[in-house]
């Protein structure tokens, strides 16, 4: 779906390609899983005051992430080249996945399961 000289001027455009760099159910489980644990470690960082449980928050959203992307998805984690729109799209996913309306999406833009 991307090309190599591709940029993105909107959310609205990139959602698409960051759907379907996502097209694993597998992967997508992860990146939910790391983002639960990430919202965790955040609300243990302000119950606590201990900021390395913010550290834990980093590398438990990336990590989970990063493994879906080299090990199941084979592919680059769009955040390398567009930190900010995937930054917010992983929220977009989280939710459209804990609302169950992730498989809408993915059909609205007619992007298939792997």
């Known amino acids: 779906m991307e090309t190599e000289n591709k940029t ?17 159910p597998f992967n997508r ?8 644990f990430a919202l965790i470690f955040i ?7 201990h ?6 928050a980093l590398f438990s959203g990336y990590g989970f ?3 879906g992307h080299f090990v199941i998805e084979k592919n ?18 989280y939710f459209a996945i804990l609302t169950f309306q992730i498989d809408k999406e993915m059909e609205k833009y007619s992007i ?3």
């Not at 990139?14 to 694993?24: D, G, I, K, T």
């Not at 390398?80 to 930054?87: A, E, I, M, T, V």
Request: proline share 5%; aromatic share 22%; net charge positive.
């Open 65 to 67: 992430a990063w493994i």
């Open 76 to 93: 680059r984690p769009a955040t390398f080249k567009y930190p900010l729109k995937s930054f917010i799209s992983d929220w977009r996913m």
């Open 51 to 56: 900021w390395y449980f913010l550290l834990a």
């Open 29 to 36: 489980r992860l990146h939910f899983i790391g983002s639960t």
């Open 43 to 49: 609300v243990m960082t302000v119950i606590s005051l």
């Open 8 to 24: 993105y001027n909107t959310l609205q455009e990139f959602w698409p390609f960051y759907l379907s760099e996502h097209s694993n």
């Open 112 to 114: 298939k399961n792997k």
